[in-house]
C-alpha cells in the first residue's frame, strides 16, 4: 500500500507531498498527538518539513491507527480545507477501528481495502510473456 501511494504521489505531486509514517516518526507523532484542528496540524507539519502546504499539496498519513485524532481530523480537514488532499493508511486500521468506540468519520472519508497480489496478478504485471506461458501451461 506504502509504495503504491508513494509512487502515486512521486507521479502526480512530484515534490509537492508530504509523507508521514506515525509508527516511525516518534517526534512528528508526539507533536501531533491530540491535536485534531486542521490549521494546527498544517502549521505543524510545515515547521517540520519546512516546506508549504498548499491546494496543490498531498499529506500522506502512514499507520493511522497510532494516532486516533488524525482520523478524527479528515473530518475537519474536509470540511474547511477541502482542496488540501489527504491520504491515509494503515496497516492494522480495521483492528484499531474494532476496538475504538469513537469510529471513524463516516460520510467525510473514503476507504478503499488494499490486498496483497496473488503470484500470477505479481507476474502478469511483471512479466506478461511468462503469465502467458503459466496460463497456457506452456512451461519453460
Known sequence: KTFSVLEFA????????????LMINNEL????????????IINILELHF????NEQTLI???????????RTSFK???EEHK?????GLGSYLSNALL????????????????????FYEYVINAN????NKINNKKYL
Do not use: C, M, R
Not at 507523532?29 to 490549521?39: A, H, Q, R, S, V
Not at 482542496?83 to 491520504?87: F, P, Q, S, W
Not at 467525510?108 to 481495502?113: E, L, R
Open 76 to 78: 475537519f480537514f474536509y
Open 128 to 131: 506478461s510473456l511468462l503469465a
Open 83 to 87: 482542496e488540501i488532499k489527504i491520504i
Open 10 to 21: 512521486k507521479t502526480h505531486f512530484i515534490d509537492n507531498y508530504f509523507y508521514v509514517n
Open 99 to 118: 476496538n475504538d468506540q469513537e469510529g471513524f468519520p463516516v460520510g467525510k472519508v473514503d476507504t478503499i481495502n488494499v490486498y496483497p497480489l496473488t
Open 29 to 40: 507523532k508526539e507533536k501531533l498527538k491530540n491535536i485534531n484542528d486542521p490549521k494546527d
Open 60 to 70: 500522506i498519513f502512514d499507520e493511522i491507527q497510532e494516532l486516533k485524532n488524525i
Open 50 to 53: 519546512q516546506k508549504t502546504i
